[in-house]
C-alpha cells in the first residue's frame, strides 16, 4: 500500500489534474468515481479499478468497522493508495465526503468501438450542458434498458466527476460516446431517429415505440439543433397541463424511455 504525503508527488498531480474540469484531461482516457456507491458498482460491473484512494484518516478508522471496509477487502493491495487528508480534500468534489467513505477510485474510460450498423435503442445528447442533467439522463437510459449514448459536442463531460456522481453508477452499464460528431454518426443508423418538441402536435403516447429507436435531447435552452432536426424522422411532444412551456430535459428523458418500455411491457 503506497502513501502519499507531498502535493508535489507526481501521481497525485495527475490526480489533481482529473479532478479538475479541464476537457482535454478527460482525453487522456481516464477518471475519478468518488463514494462508496460508486466504488462498489464499479467492483460490481467492472472489477478492478486502476487504483483505489482513501483518506488516511479513513484507514485508521477501517479497523474499527469504517463503511470503507467491505471496499477495501476487495481491493488488491498493490492498487491501494493513502493520501493525507489535506490532499484528499483537494480532489474530493463531496461535502459529506467522510460519510461517503472518502474512498476515490481512478478508472480508465471505456472506450466502445463504434457499430457498422446501429440498430439497437439509444439515445443521442446534443449540446446538453447541465452536467446534472447528462447524469439523470444516463441513469435514466440505464435503468430502461437503454445501452448505448452518444454525446455530441458541447455536451457536458460524460466522465467529469459531477455527472458520474450524478449518474450514480449508471456509467458502468452504459456505452458512451463523447465528442461524436454528427458526420460520423449518422450514415451508421438504421433505425428511426426521435426529437422531442413543446410545439409538435403528435403526442409521445401515440407514437409507436415497441420497435429500436434514436431518442434525441437538446440543448436545455435551445433544443435539438436544426443539423440535428434535418436528421429525425419523427418529432413528438409530452402532453403537459397549461402554464408550464417546457419540462426539464431530463425529466423529459425519462417519460420517453420509461413510456417506450412501457408499451414493449404491456
Known sequence: MKTITARDNPFFKR?????????????AGQALAEGLHLASTYLDTLGQPRACIIAESALSEHKMQHPLQPIMARIEPSRMVVLTDPLFAQLSTLARAAQCGNVIFLIDIPAP?????????????????????????????????????????GTACAWSPKVLRAGMGAHFFLHIFTEIEIEKLVPHFAIPLIVTDSHSTASIYEQDLTK???WIWGNEGAGVSTVWREHATDCVTIPQAGGMESINVAAAAAVCLFEQRRQRTA
Open 212 to 214: 429500436p429507436c434514436a
Open 15 to 27: 490526480l489533481k489534474q482529473l479532478a479538475g474540469t479541464v476537457r482535454r484531461d478527460r482525453r
Open 113 to 153: 468501438e463504434l457499430p457498422l450498423q446501429i440498430t439497437h435503442d439509444c439515445l443521442i445528447l446534443d449540446g446538453v450542458q447541465d452536467a446534472g442533467n447528462v447524469g439523470s439522463i444516463l441513469r435514466s437510459a440505464a435503468a430502461a434498458g437503454v445501452r448505448s449514448v452518444f454525446c455530441a459536442p
